[in-house]
Every structure is written in C-alpha cells, then in structure tokens.
C-alpha cells in the first residue's frame, strides 16, 4: 500500500488508541526513527511524501535477515483490541488499512529501504523513477521489550 509519510513518519497503533505522540518524538527517537508510546508506535521516514508499505502479521518472531533494508528497528506495543492501524499521522483513522493480531502486545519490526535514493537532490517529492522509500512491517505476538535499532542507517554527504 502506498501511504503519505507526513512529518517524516507512519503511525502503526492499537485502533483504539488515543497515544500522542508529541513528547515521545525526542531527539533519540528521531535519530532512531522510532517513537514508542503505549499503543502506538512512530516509525520516522526519510521522505515527507508517499512511501510504500508491507505489512505481515506473522505468528512467531522473524529471522535476523533484513533483505537489504537500510535501517531497521523493532518496538513493543499494546494492542487491547486485537486490530492494529497503519497511517499516515495525518491520515484519517477510520480510513486506516487494519490487520488482526492476538490481544496484547506485539512486536513490530520496521525495515525501511531505499533511503539513498530519497535523499538524492529531486528524490523526495518528485518523479525520480526509484525514489520511493519503502517500508516493510512485520508484526508478530511477543512480551514486552525495550525498543531496539537491529540496523543504523547514516545518510553520507
């Protein structure tokens, strides 16, 4: 699906949830590109424009393979409802893609990919053929952990 990652950032939160994410989008978070409140998760993008989005709900925790993603990240969050919503954080909640997960928490994994692109002059917010970002979600039923970067990337130049 293709989703408008205003704000640099895509929402990935409990259908229910009323998280804001003001004061979790710290200087760590940004430089991690994850802000973690209850039941919402922030995942920062590199582009302020559309990027492509995966999403798989899994059933048990991924292998470590990240398929050629650039910066990865994973995170817990609280889904009471057993419905999560993936957004733009300006997108309207109602009209968000959801997907079924087991009551509680769940794990998120967001692997983003093709960051270079984004950043080169004309990339983001043009018709640059190949400067989409893409973000692959991998959500699966998992206890409570502390957030964590798997993968850093660093822009050059």
Same mark, same amino acid.
């Given at each position: &699906?293709?989703?408008?990652?205003?704000?640099?950032?895509?929402?990935? &939160?409990?259908?229910?949830?009323?998280?804001?994410? +003001?004061?979790?989008? !710290?200087?760590?978070? *940004?430089?991690?590109?994850?802000?973690?409140?209850?039941?919402?998760?922030?995942?920062?993008?590199?582009?302020? !424009?559309?990027?492509?989005?995966?999403?798989?709900?899994?059933?048990?925790? @991924? +292998? =470590?393979?990240?398929?050629?993603?650039?910066?990865?990240?994973?995170?817990?969050?609280?889904?009471?409802? +057993?419905? *999560?919503?993936?957004? +733009?954080? /300006?997108?309207?909640? #109602?009209?968000?893609?959801?997907? =079924?997960?087991?009551?509680?928490?769940?794990?998120?994994?967001?692997?983003?990919?093709?960051?270079?692109?984004?950043?080169? @002059?004309?990339? =983001?917010?043009?018709?640059?053929?190949?400067? *989409?970002?893409?973000?692959?979600?991998?959500?699966?039923?998992? #206890?409570?952990?502390? @957030?964590?970067? &798997?993968?850093?990337? /660093? @822009?050059?130049?």
């Amino acid at each position: &699906m293709r989703l408008f990652a205003d704000y640099f950032q895509l929402h990935v &939160m409990d259908e229910d949830a009323d998280d804001d994410l +003001g004061d979790a989008w !710290t200087p760590e978070a *940004v430089s991690d590109g994850l802000a973690v409140a209850e039941q919402t998760l922030g995942i920062g993008t590199e582009a302020n !424009t559309f990027v492509d989005v995966t999403v798989e709900v899994l059933d048990r925790r @991924p +292998g =470590e393979a990240f398929d050629g993603a650039d910066h990865v990240v994973e995170a817990s969050v609280q889904v009471p409802s +057993g419905r *999560v919503a993936v957004l +733009g954080c /300006t997108d309207y909640l #109602p009209d968000a893609a959801r997907f =079924e997960v087991p009551r509680g928490f769940v794990r998120v994994r967001a692997s983003r990919a093709n960051l270079a692109a984004v950043r080169q @002059p004309g990339g =983001e917010d043009s018709d640059v053929p190949g400067a *989409v970002e893409q973000v692959h979600l991998r959500i699966w039923p998992a #206890p409570h952990a502390a @957030p964590v970067v &798997m993968k850093r990337w /660093t @822009p050059t130049g």
